[in-house]
């Protein structure tokens, strides 16, 4: 079983639509990040937590340190929201890095 | 802030050839990565310099590749010879601090090289 688990693989939304990815980790962990990947294969970091919630814009992560699962949200779906949205968590040693879920967004 | 940068961008070569990779991080950033990342996965992390130091490199495989960071800013990643399995995007990153300081370890990547071994 993967130390990061992220759920769908792959999404396909209608512009507009609230989006929800999800990541269940099995380590300890000081921080989670999520991070955006766009075609081009540059990364962009979008939230640092290591507790409770942060919002960016339309972009909403929460994390609950106990259940081990963090989610993130987007309101509003636009197509420019299409990536890979990865899920990487800092260990006390190593940061470990989900798969990725594919997101879609049709207008 | 200019940010990371890495080159080549692009890389092809045949299989059991050399090739480095050079990445040059955010200004005043102490902690450098190197992630290999092949399609379809997530980044897979192979070394971490802490300045010059080396912190973690328990997933770099040492018979082929290799990586330094002598003056503690930049950093060459080699492989040598490389395989087929090799073919992936290799990210650089950095960060403030390292894992110990977490105000300060959110990480900034380049653009990636994306190497094809044929």
């Known amino acids: 079983k993967n130390e990061v688990e992220q759920s769908p693989q792959n999404l396909t939304a209608q512009e507009g639509e609230f989006i929800t990815i999800n990541c269940s980790y099995s380590?300890?962990?000081?921080?989670l990040h999520w991070l955006q990947q766009h075609p081009g294969g540059g990364i962009v970091s979008l939230f640092m937590l290591s507790s409770g919630k942060k919002k960016h814009g339309r972009l909403i992560a929460t994390i609950n340190i106990q259940e081990k699962h963090s989610s993130l949200h987007i309101t509003a779906s636009h197509p420019r929201d299409s990536a890979v949205y990865i899920c990487?968590?800092?260990?006390?040693?190593?940061?470990?890095f989900g798969k990725g879920t594919r997101l879609h967004i049709l207008p | 802030e200019a940010g990371v940068a890495q080159s080549p961008r692009y890389k092809i070569i045949e299989k059991r050839q050399s090739v480095a990779f050079w990445c040059n991080p955010i200004s005043g950033h102490a902690t450098l990565y190197w992630y290999q990342q092949i399609l379809g996965q997530g980044p897979k992390l192979l070394i971490q310099f802490q300045n010059n130091g080396v912190v973690d490199d328990s997933q770099l495989p040492k018979d082929r590749f290799s990586a330094e960071r002598l003056k503690g800013v930049d950093s060459t990643l080699k492989i040598q010879p490389a395989k087929l399995e090799d073919s992936a995007v290799y990210l650089c990153?950095?960060?403030?601090?390292?894992?110990?300081?977490?105000?300060?370890?959110?990480?900034?990547f380049g653009p990636g090289t994306r190497l094809t071994v044929l």
């Open positions: 990153a950095s960060s403030l601090g390292g894992l110990a300081d977490s105000s300060y370890n959110e990480q900034f």
């Open positions: 380590v300890g962990i000081s921080a």
């Open positions: 990487a968590v800092r260990g006390w040693v190593k940061i470990i």
